[in-house]
Structures are given as C-alpha cells and as structure tokens.
C-alpha cells in the first residue's frame, strides 16, 4: 500500500434508487437493496491503484439507501485551474492529456469507464500531477442502473451517450440492464475537457491582443479533433491515444507503472529505495510527517478509531440535511389555493460534492507517540511490542479487555505498524508473527495474519486460477440453496458480488478435492476468509485449503460417520476429564453431544457465532493445534454450567436451539486453560491428520511451540499411544495419556526420582499424580516414582464411595489436579467411578504398568529397618 503522503481524505455521498417492497426475486426472496449491491461492487475498486487514481478507501451505508464514500482527494483540480483564468502552455496540455489518459487506460484494462470525467474530477497533487476522481461510480452504480441520476455532467457526455437517455431503474427491475458505455465516451470528455484548457489561454491572448486560433500548435489541434470525433467507430480509445506522435513527445518524462508485488506470488519482493544526498536528512523529527508514510487505509482506520464519524461530517458541512418529518409530507392545497409541503425530494438528486476529513483529532490523539514508533526494530529476541517498544502506558493496555484494545487508537498504530513490517518480512519472520499474534491481532490486518498462521506461500494466484470453476457439477445445486442462508446479516456477503465469491471459492475448493464432498457447513467455513479477502478470491481459497485439513481433517468425506463419531467421543472424554459433575449430569438426562455439538466441530463455530465473535475466536484457535476445538466446546458449556445442571433433556433441546450470548474474550480465555492443563495425548484421534513431513517448515525454523504442535506429529516411539477400536474409546468415558506423557508431566529421569513438574499451582504441589491401582504386592515390586498405592478391591464402599485410608487422603489433597490411573487391569472401571464421585481431570494410562516396565525409571520401595 502506498504512503498518504500529501493525499487528503475525502468523502461524499448519495443516495441508491429504492426498491419496491412488494416484489420478490426468482428464488422468492425479498429483492437485495441497490445500496447493497451497490457496496458490494465497490469492492473491487479498494484493490484499483494507479498513480494518476484518487485510491478508493471504504464504502459506509446509512439509512434510506444513503451510502457514503470515502476516497483519497486533494483540494486543487482542473475546474480551479481554469478558474484562475492563466494562460496554459503547450506542455502543460499536453502533460495533462498524457496522465488522463494513462489513468483512462489503465481503468480500461480493468473493465471500468470513468464516464463523469469533468474539469472537477480531475484534480492534482501538490506535484501538478492528474489525480482522477470519482471513476468508480459509474462501475459501482451497475453503469447507472441502481441510482435515480444520470452518470456524467452534460457539457462532457459524447454524442452517443446524451443520443442514447436517461436509464431509468425502473427498466432494470425487469432485467433490462442499460448497455454500458465503451471507452471512447471518455475521450471525448478529454477532448471537451482539454478545449476548454486550450480556449482559457486563447481568451487571455486575445484579451492581450495577439490570440488567434493559429497560434494552438498544430499537434495539439490534432489531438483535439481526434478526441472531438463524432462517430465513436473512428474515434480512438485511451490506449491508441497514447500512441499519438504528439503525446509520445511527453511520454519520456513518465516511468511506466509497475503494480507492486503481492505478498503471496512467485515474483521476488524487494524494495526500491532512493536515498538523499545528505543522509542526515532521514533523521529530521517531521512530527505529524510520520503519519503521511501511513498507507491511506491505515490513516481512515485510525481516524475512524479516534472518534470520526462521516455522518456527522458530512451534516457539519450541510451536505446531510435532516428535515422534520412534517416537512416530507406531499403537497397539497387549501381551499384558498396556498400550496404546503415539500417538492420533489432532493435524495434523487446527486450532491458531488466532496468534503476534505480533517485528521486534527487524529494527530491530537497521536502527538504523544515517538517518531521511532513508526520504524519497529524487529529482533527476535525482544520481547512483544506492547511490552518492549511503547510506552508505559500502551504497556498497560494489553492487559485490559480486546474489545478496548482494538478501539484505542495509539495502541492499534503500533500494532499496525509492526505487524506491516513482520508480514513484508513473512515467511523469514514466521515465528515473530506468531509470537506477536499471542498478544492480539489489529483487526486491519487480520487476513493477512491469519495466512501467515496457516502457513500460506507460493503462487497462490496461479494455483486458483488453474482450478475450473465454471463447468456444472452435481454439487452446483446445493450451494446455490446454501449460499443465501450463510451470514447474510452481514451487507457485504450478503450482496451479489458476495454471492458469486461465495460460489467461486466454494467450488474450487470442490473441484480440487476430489476425494472429498460438499457438506452443509462448508459455506459458513469460508465465511470468515472471504470477508477478510473479499478482493482476493485466491487467498479465500488458499486459507480455507489450509484450514480444514489441519482442524477438520476427513470431516468432509463422503462417509464421514466414524470421523464424526471419534471426534465426539473424545470432545466426551474431555468434558468429564474438565468437569465430571457436569458430564455426569448431561449423561443422566441424555444430551449427548451428538444432539448439539455436530455443528460446532464441522463448522469451527462459524454456525453458531457471528463474525464478530468467530474473529476473536479464530485468533487464538489458529495459534492452537488440531485439538484446541474441545476446549473451546468445553469452555462453551462450561458458561451454560449452571443453566445446564438446573434443567432437563427438552430445556436443554430449546437451550441450545437459540444459543444464549456467549462471552468469547471469556471463552478464549478458559479455552486455553483448559488446553494448558490437557495433556498432548489425552485427545490422540487415529482420525487425525496424519504426521507432517520433515521440512514443512520450509527451511524457517520450526513451528512456534505456543501449544502449536500436535501430539499426532511427534515421532512415535514404544511409549506412545496406541489407536482404540471406536467401540473400546466409547467405553471409557476417561481419556488415555501415553507412557511418554506421563514421564514428561512427572519429569521423571533415570535416576529412579520424581521431580516436581515446571508448571505448579499456587500451593506448589506437583500438577499430576500417579495412582496405582494394583494390589499391594505388585506395587512393592516395581512402580512409578512418586506414585500412590490404591488397590481397587479396597478403595470403593458399597454404594460407590471412596473408602477412607491414607492413601484416599493423599488423593483427596490432589483433587484438582491430574489424576493418571495405573494397572494392568480394571483402570476404566477405576477411572469411570473416581468420575461418577465427581474427581477431575482423570485419565488413563495408555498400555498400564506394562509400559513402563522397560523405561528402567520403575523403583522399588527401600525395605524398612
């Protein structure tokens, strides 16, 4: 994105043709409302970036189909240029022949017509330079179709376009769509643009008494009649305009655009820099100088968070006016012939005006900000920005809640800031993005971040554009039905240009995966990264690809019933492993997760949660591995606990049918608690994906360790834990751990001593506790160090209770914390009673005592003297 530099931000509004609301569309749906249409197609025009293009910023809708567009702008233009009444020199026509027509030229080449090219809307920077404004709205309008005004001024219009009318929308409801205008219409706006240049300089030699008509050099009068054509078939486009012999002695001064390089493609990326002559001068404190190196994306997001409102912009400047309700009322007359009420409503009329935003509250809000905030150091080593690289004050706000943190506006600059220079580095900063997106992601730069998370690189263009999108497929129907039912409270997935994103991305990923299918949920999947990418298709695509083989792997298989089914019995084990009373509960009445947590897992969420809330959950689920969902599912119930426990099967049914608020800043939070007190292997999944190969990491470094890696991708050996039939892990309603998980959470070593672990609780004592359950003689043979001594004929009454002895004591001290079963034998039937008396976080071990026999790490107790 380019600096700001001395662009301003502008903003100006009209109003979208309104719908009648008493017709319906094919599909018997309410008809989307133009101004929907509308933002949808303005879109495209955020990615349009030319040297000689006002950059389009954002799109805002309002009430009464108003909608509102912010725009880079300057405050000089052509129209003032005339106005000032100066003679203009050959060159300077010339010049500004030239860069119209290259911004011409360049729109064309991306299927857009400027069609309201006036003296007004040509403005220029403080370099002189043509800067075109206004060139998207004859593209986002539909070519006129979904407004009430006509597109272009009528000095300006070719002959053909005044020849063809006024569109009327009416004509369109019915599918009639107006022909759009081709490219020449532009250049006879040119021509009529740049005569009148070359007439004010006519009248001021005139007026000094030596103007004639010969003294226009004749070059100039040829380009003049070649644009001022009257048969649109002979006159030329903007591109063969640039041939011109007279315009080719200008073209030397220009260097030929380069579009910058993308983040994610095959081309190397590499900064052109020009230094000054004096070195020093890079070190000169600009003050508010910094702010104009900002992309003008980034400026708009800032001032947005520093309290701008374009409404009330707008209505300072008497653009907005809002009239009393009586004054909207039709005319009428009394019986003394006085005529009331209002004419025809001004809002079918455009107001092209464009107010300048004044960022004054913004560099107030930023003066307390250093010039080195602007240029981050990026090592390693230092620790996170709000912690290492701010004030104490921005250190401060990263312990307040997310929502604060994302609408401060100084903290989100230096987020911004450092997260733009971290992904220009990516993949060689990897881990430094992943290290810093533990603290929070800036919602700006959320899509990208989450590419990085996901590992995304290549030619990823290339790849998408490769796949066929376009020949029928059986699954062509079902998406069509799923698609208008998939967030559409969202404005912008619930437009046209929204919808046929939504198709495209949904069939490649189809189409690419054979061996997989279509199933309902998928679209609610690729919600979240085509509203992040709405502009690029490929990194929607690319992102989701990604996605669901890491977290949903095999769900969308033909026959995905025993993918499902162990995904489920594992999400069981977890909550009795987090919290027994509860599954004990939910068991007794027979809500089973089946009833309600299909959705959850087959749509991460995006089913139940909206956007909003999927982003903040996605932050920290794409740092997390393949079994962080359970804790997620967890913590959800864990917030519905007390609802839950009080109510049956039919509440629980009608509970989860319309799912109560959930706190997501809460949920994330206890969702990585729980997560740092699961141990690796207790949601071992033979399902899962398989292992990575060596070297994924492309040569970086290795995965960042932020409970990252998967248990499956650890390299097998003896101790670890083996697959269970489906029929054997329904059985047990505790999970297992694997021999090798337990050795690493006690610490054990060779020396026949069980260290405490690293991670203590605040009473210091160890986190995980052996229970042996075999009888006391085979205990005095051999067991884990640390471990305790219940044998399970001893240690149950009748009526299921624990019976109390000093070992009994010794395991109610470690209630709380993990909890791991040892035997040969019997250890689900152990496991499943510790359970049903409400003990948490129980587990298994994988293969018993038996496992650990040939660890050498068995000791045996010292006899007594």
Known sequence: MPPMKDARLGASTFFASALPHDICGSNGLPLTPNSIKILGRFQILKTVSHPRLCRYVDISRGKHERLIVVAEHYERSLEDFQRAGKPVSQDKVLQVAYEILEGLEFMNKHGMMHRA????????????????????????????????????????????????????????????????????????????????????SWCQRSHSGAGTESELPENVLTLLRKCLTFQPSRRPTPSELLKDPALQEVSHLYTPFRKPVSLFSSSLRCAYLE?????????????????????????????????????????????????????????????????????????????????????????????????????????????????????????????LPLVIRERDTEYQLLRIVLFDRLLQAYPYKKNQVWKEARVDIPPLLRGLTWAALLGIEGDIQAKYDGIDKDTPIPTDRQIEVD????????????????????????????????????????????????????????????????????????????DNSHVIQEYLTVFSQMIAFHDPELSNHLNEIGFIPDLYAIPWFLTMFTHVFPLHKIFHLWDTLLLGNSSFPFCIGVAILQQLR???????????????????????????????????????????????????????????????????????????????????????????????????DLIDLCELSGSGHCKAPTKKTKSSKPKILAVDIRSSEDFSRGHIPGSINIPYSTAFGPDGELVQCPATSTLQSFRGRVIVIVSHAVMRAFAAHLVKVNYPRVCILDGGINKMKFTGLLTVPSPQI
């Not at 809307?121 to 309008?141: E, I, P, Q, S, W």
């Not at 759009?180 to 240049?197: A, H, Q, Y």
């Not at 997935?493 to 490649?508: E, I, N, T």
Request: one cysteine or more; proline letters at 7%.
């Open 117 to 200: 090219l006036a003296p007004r809307n040509v403005l220029m920077d403080c370099r002189g330079n043509v800067k075109l404004a206004k060139f998207g709205l004859y593209h986002m309008t539909n070519h006129g179709a979904d407004v009430d005004f006509p597109i272009g001024y009528p000095s300006y219009l070719a002959p053909e376009v005044i020849a063809k009318g006024p569109s009327r929308p009416s004509d369109c409801s019915h599918g009639e769509l107006p022909r759009p205008s081709g490219p020449k219409v532009d250049v006879w706006s040119l021509g009529i643009l740049l005569f009148e240049l070359c007439v004010v």
């Open 483 to 558: 698609i208008p039912r998939c967030h559409q409270y969202d404005e912008l997935l619930s437009s046209p240009q929204g919808h046929m994103k939504f198709r495209r991305v949904l069939k490649a990923w189809v189409v690419s995966h054979p061996d997989l299918v279509y199933w309902q949920g998928l679209d609610s999947l690729c919600a979240p990264f085509l509203y992040l990418n709405f502009n690029n298709e490929a990194l929607a695509y690319a992102c989701m690809s990604a996605f669901i083989p890491k977290y949903l792997y095999n769900f969308f298989l033909k």
């Open 642 to 740: 007390d609802r839950l426990l009080a109510n049956g099967f039919n509440e629980c049914i009608l509970l989860f049918s319309d799912l109560p608020e959930i706190d997501i800043e809460r949920c994330v939070r206890e969702s990585i608690n729980l997560f740092c007190w699961t141990p690796k292997s207790a949601t071992y999944r033979q399902h899962a994906q398989p292992p990575k190969v060596a070297g994924d990491n492309n040569g970086f470094g290795k995965t960042p360790s932020y409970y990252s890696s998967d248990y499956q991708d650890l390299p097998k050996t003896d101790l670890s834990r083996e697959p269970l039939k489906l029929s054997e892990l329904k059985a047990e309603s505790s999970p297992r751990i694997s021999a090798e």
């Open 275 to 399: 230094l000054p002559e004096d070195i020093s001068e890079l070190c000169q404190d600009e003050g508010e100088e910094y702010l104009a190196e900002r992309s003008i994306e980034e400026v708009y997001h800032l001032w947005c968070l520093a309290g701008g409102d374009l409404e009330k912009e707008l209505t300072n400047k008497e653009i907005i006016q809002s009239k009393p309700p009586i004054c909207t009322l039709p005319n009428f007359l009394l019986e003394d012939g006085e005529c009331f009420g209002q004419g025809r409503d001004r809002s079918f009329l455009l107001d092209d005006t464009t107010i300048t935003l004044s960022l004054c509250q913004l560099k107030n809000r930023l003066k307390d900000v250093t010039g080195e905030a602007y240029y981050p150091l990026l090592d390693d080593e230092q620790s996170s920005l709000p912690q290492s690289n701010s004030s104490s004050e921005l250190s401060a706000a990263v312990a």
